[in-house]
């Protein structure tokens, strides 16, 4: 079935650097793609969403690109502070769904 | 946004019994969902439990294994039934606001021995 995935498993930026996850996908009738920040032993807490009739949206130190071209989406944390240390998830919402698929994952590490 | 409480935040239970989570939010909402996340892994949706009628389930999950409730629009419970080890996981609750955002509890940490 469809999938949405990410390109990598880890990742561990230096305190201050700009962080970039990304995440792929392959349901081209996607139109609602979600970030979640899951930190060690809490739930998934939302981040920032985009709808597929826009291609960048921000939010404080966040900014969510989409490229439906490649279908690509990407996170990006500017100023990256050791409190962004945890898991990102990325989330699609196919077109007439309610249901989300959730990406594997990717650990943020930041390093004081 | 809503929220969400769960209860237990943990337990450790023996193989072949039962366990029931309770997910209470404070504020109605229309859409709630059960969802699992194995060690180390993606969140998984078990469920979306609807109030008045039968919770509709995903592919390789059953109502026998996962009996859920929902007898308003704030409360709902998912029992993990005869659990063995491989039901070692954590079980969260999900509610969609408006827009379609989805916000989590913070999770059942179920370890069965």
């Known amino acids: 079935g469809e999938s949405v995935g990410l390109h990598l498993p880890t990742l561990s930026v230096q305190e201050g650097d700009n962080s970039i996850i990304n995440c792929a996908y392959s349901n081209s009738a996607s139109d609602y793609f979600i970030w979640y920040k899951q930190e060690s032993g809490k739930g998934p807490q939302f981040i920032i969403d985009i709808r597929s009739n826009m291609d960048k949206r921000q939010g404080q130190r966040v900014t969510v690109l989409l490229n439906k071209t490649v279908k690509h989406l990407s996170l990006q944390i500017a100023a990256t502070q050791p409190g962004d240390s945890a898991v990102y998830f990325c989330?699609?919402?196919?077109?007439?769904?309610?249901?989300?698929?959730f990406g594997k994952g990717t650990k943020l590490s930041v390093i004081p | 946004s809503a929220v969400i409480s769960q209860k237990p935040s943990r337990d450790i239970c023996q193989r072949g019994t039962s366990l029931t989570i309770q997910c209470q939010v404070d504020?109605?909402?229309?859409?709630m969902f059960w969802y699992r996340q194995q060690p180390g892994q993606s969140l998984t949706l078990i469920a979306t439990?609807?109030?008045?009628?039968?919770?509709?389930?995903e592919s390789g999950f059953v109502i026998d294994k996962f009996p859920i409730s929902r007898p308003n629009l704030t409360f709902s419970t998912l029992t993990v039934s005869n659990m063995s080890p491989e039901d070692s996981s954590i079980y969260l609750c999900?509610?969609?606001?408006?827009?379609?955002?989805?916000?989590f509890g913070e999770g059942s940490r179920l370890t069965v021995l």
């Open positions: 989330a699609e919402n196919g077109a007439g769904s309610y249901q989300l698929t």
């Open positions: 504020s109605q909402v229309t859409m």
């Open positions: 439990a609807n109030q008045g009628s039968e919770a509709t389930y």
């Open positions: 999900s509610v969609e606001e408006a827009g379609g955002r989805l916000f």
